[in-house]
């Protein structure tokens, strides 16, 4: 359950922005790219339902007949949360947000999939689920289910300067 950690009434209502439509969706994705939005669409036998901007945050969406939701976000936090706020209001509470990074470091190899093990939140975004004190973690049951998979993801750690930072703060 999401709570709200403020004194105050929040501003905005999600369920003001949660699509009506799709009370049969069990599963959405998240991604920010159209090139595996249009992938993953591609490897979806079953799509009954296809829009465009229809849902606050998404560009476009489609969903198949088994319950899953494919939502392509605009790019950014406010964006992302925006969306992720309307699907939760629309009861879709089984969330996966898909993205990928370059990096500049040569112990990661082109195409391995990393499970960050640690987020850092600038924007302020989210900080009306999770207090400050805080830290966004891994679910390790979703972390297991994934490792016993053919893709064999690695946990990426923090780097040093993650310490540094948090110090910072």
């Not at 709570?3 to 105050?8: D, E, F, I, L």
């Not at 993205?99 to 499970?115: R, T, V």
Request: aromatic share 14%.
């Amino acid at each position: 359950m999401l709570n709200w950690y403020s004194g105050q009434e929040s501003i905005v209502k999600p369920e003001k922005f949660a699509p009506r439509n799709l009370d049969f969706v069990k599963f959405g994705v998240i991604v920010f790219i159209r090139r595996v939005y249009n992938w993953m669409k591609a490897a979806a036998p079953d799509i009954i339902l296809e829009k465009e901007e229809s849902v606050v945050g998404a560009k476009r969406f489609f969903a198949t007949e088994s319950g899953l939701a494919v939502f392509h976000s605009y790019f950014g936090a406010p964006a992302a949360v925006a969306l992720a706020e309307a699907l939760i209001a629309a009861e879709i509470k089984q969330l996966i947000v898909f993205g990928e990074a370059g990096s500049i470091s040569p112990k990661i190899d082109i195409g391995e999939i990393l499970i960050p093990t640690f987020a850092i939140r600038e924007e302020g975004v989210s900080y009306h689920h999770c207090i400050i004190s805080q830290y966004s973690i891994y679910s390790f049951r979703y972390l297991n289910q994934f490792q016993k998979t053919k893709l064999k993801p690695r946990l990426l750690e923090p780097p040093d300067w993650f310490e540094l930072f948090r110090k910072r703060k």
